[in-house]
Every structure is written in C-alpha cells, then in structure tokens.
C-alpha cells in the first residue's frame, strides 16, 4: 500500500464529507435537491461542467488509450471537446428556459403527455446507469492499484460515497465536488504535461519523431488504424461523440443550476475553454506514458490501459506526484459518479414518481424521500454492473453511453425545439428506437462478444461487427422520431409551437 496515496486519499474524502455536510444544510426542498436552487455563477457552473465532464474516461481512459493505441486514442479528446459547440449552440439556452429539473421537463414543456415523460425518463436512468459503469471500473481499478484493495471492494466504496454525497447534500454538494475536483485535475494535468513536454526539450518535433520508436507500434503509432481497422469504426464512434454530449443527462442537467439562459451560455463557454486545455494536454500524458512507462508496464497494471496516468506520474514525479495524480484521479471519480447518481435519481423521483404515479400531488418531503430512495437504488444497480465489466477500457465505455444519448435523446430535443410538425408519437417512438436499438447493437457487438475466451463478456461470435453503435443508431433515432410523427394521425399542436418557440429562445413565460 502507498502510505502518502492513501493519506492524500483520506484528505479528498474528509474534504467532500464537510462539503456534504455543509450542503446538506441547505438541501431542504427539491429545488435546491435537484438545481441548487439554480444559484451558481456562470463561472462556477462552467467549472462544474467541466468537473462533471472530465471523467475517468478523460483522465484515465485516454491517456491509456493513446499510450497503447497511439493516434486512435486522441479521436476521444477531439470528439469529448467538439461535442460542446452542439451543446453550445442548440441546446443550452432553450433547455434553461424549456426545462425546470430534467431533460424530460422541457419535452413535457410541449408535450403534455405522461407517456413521454416517462420514456425520457427511463432514457435518463439508462444513459446514467451506462455511463456508471464506466466510472466504477476507473475506480475499482485505481484503488486496487495504489491500496491493494481488491476490485470488488474498491467499487464498493467509491459507491457508497457517491451515496451519501447525493443523498444528503443534492445538487449543492455534488457542483461543489466538481468545482474542486475540476481545479485538482487541471493542476495535476498540467504539472504532468510540463514535465513530460521538458523531457523532449520543449520540443514537438522531437516528440513526435522519439515516439515512432518507443511504442511496439513503431511508425504505426501516429497513424491512424491501430485500434479501429474498420473506418466504419471511426466514424461512428466520433458522431457518437460530438452529438452525444447534448443528449448526456447529468450534463443538460447542470443547466437548471443557473439563474437564466445567458447565464446558461456563459458557463458552457467557461466549460469549452478549461475542456479544450484540458483535452489538449492528453496528448501529453499519453505520450509521456507510451515513452517513460512502456507498452508492457502499463498492460501489466491494466490490460485495458487504464493506469497510465497514474504510472507516467509515478515514472516523472515519484511516490508524491503518483499519490496527488492517483487521488485527484479519485476525486475525478467521485464526482462524477455524484452527478450521475443525481441526474439519474432525479429522473426517477421528479417525472416518474411525482408527475406519473403522484400525478403532481405529491408532497415536498414525499418528493425529497423519493430522490434519495432513488439515488441508492441507481448506486446499487449501478455497483452490480460495474463487477462484470472490469476489464473494460474506462473511455471506451463511455462512447458507448454517449452513442446510447445520441440516439435516444438528441433527436427528440432537436425535434421539439425547431419542427413544428412534431408530436407526441414522433417523440416517443424517437426515444425508443433510439435507446433499443443501441442497446442491441451493443449487445451484440465484439463489446460483448469475442471468439477468445476473456475478451469480453461472452464467448462467440459478434453479430454486430462495429464497436460503437453510433453509425447506425443514431440515424435510426432520428428516422424513428420522423415516421412516428408522420404515420400518426393526432396533429401537432401548432400554437405550442409557436410558444415554446418563442420561449426557448428567448425566455419569455419562463417560469
């Protein structure tokens, strides 16, 4: 066990709890439960974006996945960062002033129907869920690495802080551990990029013509085609990419934090910049990694390359640099796991039990013991999943759950604020054929899949020869939401139309 890691570890925790706990006292209504009673600054939700944002995937999956894949790696930092422009320019503002708490309350703005609050909301609980996972295995292998703790344990604990985080201190205390987490990993960040660029003398040429040698991959390793032989392949993952982050819940979420939509746009635009640095510097930590850890020691950690981060800061800095890079790692983790577990809760308490089954009569209290029964349920369903796929890469898991957004959720919010046409059926046969279809196409693909035996979960034959689903679900999302409007026979409502046209854009009637 690393003694000074582990101390740096308890020091995150102890930080987060007196967060928690401070936040809880102002955690009363479900307003400041879901939206911190849409009290945070521009800049300090553009900071929360980016700690929500900057995940394990981000921090530990990348730099592995360019360490050991070379320039298929950094496909994931140029899509994470691309995606925000969607984010930017279509959805934003017209889900601040659409919305309320949830992704499901702007289509329910037009669409005044429980079926469709309902299927957003089960598409909330499945993209969060998704998305766990990926964080869980980041986490269980982190600790296992450091502490020595088995994996099984490691997740378990990271599960039941994320809990308690959600459970008793909301929105506040979640934006709070995200504002804090994003400073950490961006100083971490740095301090590793600097000192990896200090060893090629400052110099990008000399990196790049160093690398051709240090990788088992040779020349290959700036070229594309090493991880994706198909570029089927690559296109899909990187339309999953830049159209998912405008369909991910614990993100559209975030938006209901601020006062207005200005304010809205202000933070996506902090977020963008301290994203854009941010994903920059991965090509750094993957290429330090592939140079100073080495192809075999980073396996040897992870066979999914998750650890390289950790071992590059180890191989630069030493036992101190490794534990402050291991346990901002951790932090990363823990709050985004926290926004997940909100998001996902707030989807269950909010549109399913207070709108569906309370048909809105349901009581302040009622609704906040709802929110937190639903945040430890969603933890638990979560923890279970994340045991089988611990031999996953962290970054790829997430592309899967954002090619599962871009298909279930970016069609119908893309809809419901610019086609006048577009009714109740078009939306719900949009969401779901979105979100059944790419859970099927990942299902059935080498994900899932292999001939060898410990490849993946199953043994046999892929149906479903593509990686990410994306190529075809996300047209499919888009196909199914048109038919469902067209072979309909209700008509839309073309005076809502023209109401929450004008709403969305300009926040007129918000309430």
């Given at each position: 066990?690393?003694?000074?890691?582990?101390?740096?570890?308890?020091?995150?925790?102890?930080?987060?709890?007196?967060?928690?706990?401070?936040?809880?006292?102002?955690?009363?209504?479900?307003?400041?439960?879901?939206?911190?009673?849409?009290?945070?600054?521009?800049?300090?939700?553009?900071?929360?974006?980016?700690?929500?944002?900057?995940?394990?995937?981000?921090?530990?999956?990348?730099?592995?996945?360019?360490?050991?894949?070379?320039?298929?790696?950094?496909?994931?930092?140029?899509?994470?960062?691309?995606?925000?422009?969607?984010?930017?320019?279509?959805?934003?503002?017209?889900?601040?002033?659409?919305?309320?708490?949830?992704?499901?309350?702007?289509?329910?703005?037009?669409?005044?129907?429980?079926?469709?609050?309902?299927?957003?909301?089960?598409?909330?609980?499945?993209?969060?869920?998704?998305?766990?996972?990926?964080?869980?295995?980041?986490?269980?292998?982190?600790?296992?690495?450091?502490?020595?703790?088995?994996?099984?344990?490691?997740?378990?604990?990271?599960?039941?802080?994320?809990?308690?985080?959600?459970?008793?201190?909301?929105?506040?205390?979640?934006?709070?551990?995200?504002?804090?987490?994003?400073?950490?990993?961006?100083?971490?960040?740095?301090?590793?990029?600097?000192?990896?660029?200090?060893?090629?003398?400052?110099?990008?040429?000399?990196?790049?013509?160093?690398?051709?040698?240090?990788?088992?991959?040779?020349?290959?390793?700036?070229?594309?085609?090493?991880?994706?032989?198909?570029?089927?392949?690559?296109?899909?993952?990187?339309?999953?990419?830049?159209?998912?982050?405008?369909?991910?819940?614990?993100?559209?979420?975030?938006?209901?934090?601020?006062?207005?939509?200005?304010?809205?746009?202000?933070?996506?635009?902090?977020?963008?910049w301290i994203i854009g640095i941010?994903?920059?510097?991965?090509?750094?930590?993957?290429?330090?990694?592939?140079?100073?850890?080495?192809?075999?020691?980073?396996?040897?950690?992870?066979?999914?390359?998750?650890?390289?981060?950790?071992?590059?800061?180890?191989?630069?800095?030493?036992?101190?640099?490794?534990?402050?890079?291991?346990?901002?790692?951790?932090?990363?983790?823990?709050?985004?796991?926290?926004?997940?577990?909100?998001?996902?809760?707030?989807?269950?308490?909010?549109?399913?039990?207070?709108?569906?089954?309370?048909?809105?009569?349901?009581?302040?209290?009622?609704?906040?013991?709802?929110?937190?029964?639903?945040?430890?349920?969603?933890?638990?369903?979560?923890?279970?999943?994340?045991?089988?796929?611990?031999?996953?890469?962290?970054?790829?898991?997430?592309?899967?759950?954002?090619?599962?957004?871009?298909?279930?959720?970016?069609p119908t919010i893309v809809f419901?604020?610019?086609?006048?046409?577009?009714?109740?059926?078009?939306?719900?046969?949009?969401?779901?054929?979105?979100?059944?279809?790419?859970?099927?196409?990942?299902?059935?693909?080498?994900?899932?899949?292999?001939?060898?035996?410990?490849?993946?979960?199953?043994?046999?034959?892929?149906?479903?020869?593509?990686?990410?689903?994306?190529?075809?679900?996300?047209?499919?999302?888009?196909?199914?939401?048109?038919?469902?409007?067209?072979?309909?026979?209700?008509?839309?409502?073309?005076?809502?139309?023209?109401?929450?046209?004008?709403?969305?854009?300009?926040?007129?009637?918000?309430?």
């Amino acid at each position: 066990m690393n003694g000074l890691a582990f101390f740096l570890f308890l020091v995150i925790v102890a930080l987060t709890l007196v967060i928690t706990y401070y936040a809880s006292k102002r955690t009363k209504t479900t307003s400041e439960f879901y939206t911190a009673d849409s009290s945070l600054t521009g800049w300090q939700n553009g900071l929360a974006i980016a700690g929500d944002y900057m995940s394990a995937a981000s921090f530990l999956g990348i730099a592995g996945m360019i360490a050991l894949a070379g320039f298929d790696g950094f496909f994931y930092s140029i899509g994470f960062l691309v995606a925000y422009l969607v984010v930017l320019y279509i959805v934003a503002e017209p889900l601040r002033n659409l919305g309320k708490y949830t992704m499901a309350d702007m289509i329910a703005a037009r669409f005044d129907d429980k079926k469709v609050r309902g299927v957003a909301a089960l598409n909330t609980i499945a993209i969060s869920t998704f998305y766990m996972i990926a964080q869980l295995v980041g986490a269980g292998g982190l600790i296992k690495l450091l502490l020595g703790i088995d994996y099984i344990y490691s997740v378990l604990i990271v599960g039941i802080l994320m809990t308690v985080y959600v459970v008793f201190g909301g929105m506040t205390a979640t934006s709070w551990v995200q504002i804090i987490k994003a400073v950490l990993l961006m100083i971490g960040t740095f301090i590793i990029s600097l000192i990896v660029f200090g060893k090629f003398d400052f110099s990008i040429a000399k990196m790049f013509h160093q690398l051709k040698t240090a990788t088992p991959l040779g020349d290959a390793f700036l070229t594309p085609g090493n991880k994706f032989k198909n570029p089927l392949d690559t296109i899909s993952l990187n339309l999953a990419l830049v159209l998912g982050t405008a369909g991910l819940p614990h993100i559209l979420i975030r938006f209901f934090t601020v006062k207005d939509a200005p304010t809205a746009r202000k933070s996506v635009v902090y977020a963008t910049w301290i994203i854009g640095i941010f994903y920059v510097l991965t090509i750094f930590l993957g290429f330090g990694a592939a140079a100073f850890v080495g192809h075999d020691k980073i396996i040897a950690a992870d066979p999914a390359g998750n650890m390289a981060a950790p071992l590059l800061a180890e191989a630069l800095g030493g036992d101190f640099l490794f534990a402050f890079v291991a346990a901002v790692a951790f932090a990363t983790i823990l709050a985004v796991v926290a926004g997940l577990v909100l998001s996902a809760a707030s989807a269950f308490a909010h549109d399913f039990y207070s709108h569906i089954i309370r048909r809105g009569q349901a009581t302040e209290k009622e609704q906040m013991l709802a929110a937190r029964w639903a945040s430890i349920g969603v933890s638990v369903l979560s923890i279970l999943l994340a045991l089988f796929a611990q031999k996953m890469n962290v970054a790829f898991l997430v592309s899967l759950a954002f090619a599962v957004a871009a298909s279930a959720n970016l069609p119908t919010i893309v809809f419901t604020i610019f086609w006048r046409r577009f009714n109740t059926t078009g939306a719900i046969t949009g969401m779901l054929v979105g979100l059944i279809s790419a859970l099927l196409l990942v299902f059935f693909s080498p994900n899932v899949w292999s001939p060898e035996p410990g490849a993946a979960i199953f043994v046999g034959e892929p149906l479903f020869k593509l990686s990410n689903p994306g190529i075809i679900s996300i047209p499919l999302g888009f196909i199914g939401a048109i038919i469902g409007t067209l072979v309909s026979a209700k008509k839309a409502d073309e005076k809502k139309f023209t109401e929450i046209l004008v709403k969305a854009n300009t926040g007129i009637g918000r309430v």
